[in-house]
């Protein structure tokens, strides 16, 4: 390959791949869902092969990436008219917590762990799960979640009330397995998780899905039967 016709290559894919993205919109990174990934790593791909792959023909290659750019653009129509496409297309949220619990369906669905989706809460600033009245993982991957009315953002009449740091949670229940290092961190034993789970009504550890306790001493506790979650303080 020449000198010259890598320019003109390059020179056609860049112009081709400017006008293409500029169709195909901001969508692509604004609200990116895994489809919306894939798509942007196979046009790269393509152009890439188009510009540095001698055997294939420039008109070949920009041939395929308005084809495949042209199927995108149609899908996204797709999902903006129909709402049965848009489900086929691009899913919908899926509840991780509702109602103030963890839904383990929904972990199940959107195969996340316990520490996932607490490392997504803690992003949003949720670092107390009991705090968290609603959370979804929405189509583009990333974690929405909303307060419980007590835990809100502060308004101009609240500005006095200061309360107290509950310092940093740790679990020490995970899908009915108790945590002992997290357990010696807090300085407890089995005697007290004995003790809470009798407190709460609760026959066994088996029976509870995620349990954590803070630095002024609330626990709380998320059962598997899907009952309202219990803060309580030992």
Not at 47 to 64: C, E, F, H, R, W
Not at 100 to 113: I, N
Not at 154 to 170: A, C, E, L, P
Not at 212 to 223: E, F, L, W
């Amino acid at each position: 390959m020449t000198i010259l016709e890598m320019v003109i290559r390059t020179t056609i894919g860049f112009i081709t791949l400017y006008i293409l993205c500029r169709v195909l919109n901001k969508k692509l990174i604004a609200q990116m869902t895994f489809f919306d990934f894939v798509a942007g790593i196979t046009i790269g791909s393509v152009v890439a092969s188009s510009m540095l792959m001698k055997d294939i023909p420039i008109y070949i290659g920009m041939t395929g990436l308005i084809l495949f750019c042209l199927y995108t653009f149609l899908s996204s129509i797709v999902a903006i008219k129909s709402l049965v496409g848009r489900k086929i297309l691009e899913d919908e949220p899926t509840f991780l917590i509702k109602n103030g619990q963890v839904y383990e369906e929904g972990l199940k669905k959107a195969r996340l762990t316990m520490d996932s989706l607490l490392t997504g809460l803690r992003k949003k600033g949720f670092f107390y799960i009991d705090q968290v009245e609603t959370a979804y993982l929405e189509t583009d991957g990333t974690i929405s979640a909303m307060a419980k009315p007590p835990y809100m953002n502060v308004t101009q009449k609240d500005i006095h009330n200061i309360q107290m740091s509950r310092g940093i949670s740790q679990a020490f229940i995970i899908d009915g397995q108790v945590l002992t290092h997290s357990l010696n961190m807090l300085g407890k034993d089995m005697n007290w998780v004995d003790q809470i789970l009798t407190k709460n009504n609760i026959a066994t550890i088996k029976d509870v899905f995620y349990a954590q306790m803070d630095g002024v001493g609330n626990v709380y506790i998320d059962k598997r039967n899907d009952n309202i979650g219990m803060p309580t303080k030992s």
